[in-house]
């Protein structure tokens, strides 16, 4: 009798599942903090078309850009609630959600190229990273590139005597805190959609972010300066709520992997012309200096900075900064 009643419970659960899905599309809400015109803006409407396409229609992804519905410190929350399905949020969000592993990635001058990058993201270490979030109700799905960082200030940046006593914007990352202390100067962690104004008012006199960043969010009109340091990299992990993706018909979610791995191949290609095109019309405004650095004064910043990797090594792991150095063949005595 008990096993009757289980096996209409089930039953009636099934058919209440399709009646939601005949009833309409599955909707995927996914939230983010950037323009449109951005790598993972574009990814984003990507993504989008493919899986309207792949699914026929059986699913819509809503995209909201420009934290038009959570800021940087809600939107994970939201998503573990389920009041949104998908995020692409920047690796750095992860370590406050208890995950310090990803801290990692802001280990300054760690990746000195795209090449080495991707050694780690795809492959087994990238792999091992995002299965830490399956306890947190939390499933990855993809690395996204935006490129690499560079610093704006209200002055020129040239060497880390340059940086001393200036309120620099940061994410909230504790090796982003331990960086910008190595350069002498007071880390400010702030929303991204804060910046702009905080820029503009001198509540900071600077930050850091990939050209294409700092360019869409308009930051070109209030940071006289912009250095192409190439010391860190931004990327984004794709993420879903767990319980979410793991209740969806099994062939809606093969249509939107296969549609993910398409959105990734997307986003990382363009990351790079992406930040290179932003660079030249930074260039165009006026309004903005941009100073490369010569090799010697890129060497300084270096060395003044990659200490933090031993500093941060208890809170990331030794182990895992051991075989990102393994992946990439990086020398911190270099």
């Known amino acids: 009798m008990q096993r009757r009643t289980m096996l209409g419970a089930a039953f009636a659960l099934a058919l209440s599942a399709n009646a939601v899905f005949a009833a309409g599309p599955i909707v995927i809400k996914f939230s983010h903090v950037v323009a449109n015109d951005t790598p ?13 396409e792949r699914t026929r229609g059986a699913v819509k992804v809503e995209v909201y850009p420009n934290s038009q519905l959570y800021k940087d410190k809600e939107e994970l929350e939201a998503l573990q609630l389920g009041a949104i399905q998908m995020l692409a949020p920047s690796l750095a969000k992860f370590g406050p959600l208890g995950v310090k592993e990803f801290e990692a990635f802001d280990l300054p001058f760690i990746f000195d190229n795209y090449e080495e990058l991707h050694k780690v993201t795809q492959g087994p270490v990238g792999v091992s990273l995002l299965k830490k979030l399956d306890s947190k109700g939390i499933l990855g799905l993809a690395y996204w590139d935006n490129g690499f960082k560079q610093f704006s200030a209200k002055k020129p940046l040239k060497t880390p005597a340059d940086f ?7 994410q909230s990352s504790k090796v982003l805190d331990a960086q910008m202390r190595a350069l002498g100067s007071i880390p400010q962690q702030m929303a991204f959609s804060e910046v702009y104004q905080a820029l503009q008012t001198g509540v900071v006199d600077g930050t850091e972010n990939p050209v294409s960043n700092f ?25 879903v709520n767990k319980p979410f993706w793991d209740g969806l018909p099994s062939t809606v979610r093969t249509q939107l992997e296969s549609a993910m791995k398409d959105a990734t191949k997307y986003a990382n290609d363009i990351a790079k ?25 890129r060497a300084g910043l270096k060395k003044a900075m990659v200490p933090v990797h031993a500093q941060m090594a208890s809170r990331i792991g030794n182990d895992l900064i051991q075989s990102i150095y393994k992946e990439t063949g990086f020398n911190p005595a270099n």
Do not use: C, W
């Not at 993972?40 to 309207?52: D, I, M, Q, R, V």
């Not at 001393?164 to 940061?170: F, N, Q, S």
């Open 40 to 52: 993972k803006g574009k990814a984003a409407l990507y993504f989008k078309k493919l899986a309207e």
């Open 215 to 239: 360019y869409t969010q308009k930051m070109h009109e209030v940071q006289p300066y912009l250095m192409l340091s190439n010391h860190g990299y931004l990327g984004y992990a794709v993420i």
């Open 164 to 170: 001393k006593g200036l309120k620099m914007r940061i």
């Open 273 to 297: 012309s992406e930040n290179e095109v932003d660079t030249e019309n930074v260039k165009k405004s006026g309004k903005t200096q941009v100073l490369p650095l010569t090799p010697i004064e």
